[in-house]
């Protein structure tokens, strides 16, 4: 499992939330599984954005949230795939089984909406929260390293 610290972090602009998922995607290996989550437009695609940049899959412009084709991959310097569960309201049992399946891909997984999946997951994850800060720009990012 990935070596992402458990931390605080806040950033002032959506840059700053891409550059930061740059940053995280040094410690990032096959195998690991990250969870964004957080209010809508609080800013998971732009965290995704960096993070899948900083992994050599896709530059920033090119990387668009999934959420009509609910998973999306890029190969980099490890294979990136992102999802989006936003559509995914409540997840039925065939919607756990294929993701299950998909997960056991040899690659990186960035899952926006996360928490939709968190309680059937059955191996170590990171999760990134982000919600919203003092001003309309600011966001507050609550990392936590692997979760049994």
């Known amino acids: 499992m990935n070596a992402i610290a458990t931390t605080r972090a806040t950033t002032r602009s959506p840059e700053e939330t891409v550059a930061l998922g ?77 993701i299950m399946e998909l997960l056991q891909q040899d690659g990186v997984h960035v899952i926006e909406w996360g928490d939709r999946l968190e309680g059937a997951l059955r191996r170590p994850f990171a999760k990134i929260t982000i919600g919203f800060g003092e001003s309309d720009e600011d966001r507050v990012i609550d990392i936590e390293g692997a979760q049994p």
């Open 22 to 98: 740059r940053a995280l995607a040094a410690d990032l290996r096959t195998g690991d599984i990250v969870l964004v989550c957080g209010p809508m437009g609080a800013g998971k695609t732009y965290l995704a954005k960096g993070l899948i940049a900083g992994m050599g899959g896709a530059a920033e412009d090119d990387v668009a949230s999934p959420a009509y084709d609910i998973v999306h991959q890029f190969p980099g310097r490890e294979m990136v795939f992102h999802y989006d569960l936003f559509r995914l309201q409540q997840l039925s049992g065939e919607d756990v089984e294929w």
